[in-house]
């Protein structure tokens, strides 16, 4: 895996992604948990085809400000860019915006699994 690797995604906001309809705040904008679900999606899709069959990643961090509101019917960009990679772990850059500029930004980061390595340890403690 190289570090550069660039992500790019666009949503438009939905009455389901607004604080109100996540229980996140009582108004009907962008939420913060919708803006970080696009950040980890955009960033594992965008490394998804680096990886050897049978693996995955899983996110472990995610610091990030969200900067603005964006309103229902509104677009929103999403771009990461994978910065940093220490064997298994790895740093995305995420960015995220509307018309109006940056929404949002920070730093995500995830790690390189086996897949049924690992579903198989969240299932063992059942």
């Known amino acids: 895996m190289e570090v550069g690797i660039c992500g790019k995604q666009t949503i438009t906001v939905t009455e389901a992604m607004t604080a109100k309809a996540m229980g996140s705040g009582e108004l009907p904008v962008y939420a913060t948990p919708s803006m970080i679900a696009l950040m980890e999606n955009t960033a594992y899709t965008s490394v998804a085809g680096e990886l050897e069959e049978g693996q995955g990643t899983v996110g472990t961090l995610m610091n990030v400000k969200h900067l603005a509101a964006s309103p229902v019917g509104m677009e929103v960009i999403c771009e990461t860019k994978l910065i ?32 049924e390595k690992f579903l198989s340890k969240a299932q063992s403690k059942l």
Do not use: M, Q, S, Y
């Open 84 to 115: 940093e990679v220490d064997r298994k772990r790895l740093v995305f850059e995420v960015k995220a915006f509307d018309k109006g500029g940056c929404i949002g930004e920070g730093i995500h980061e995830r790690f390189i699994i086996t897949n």
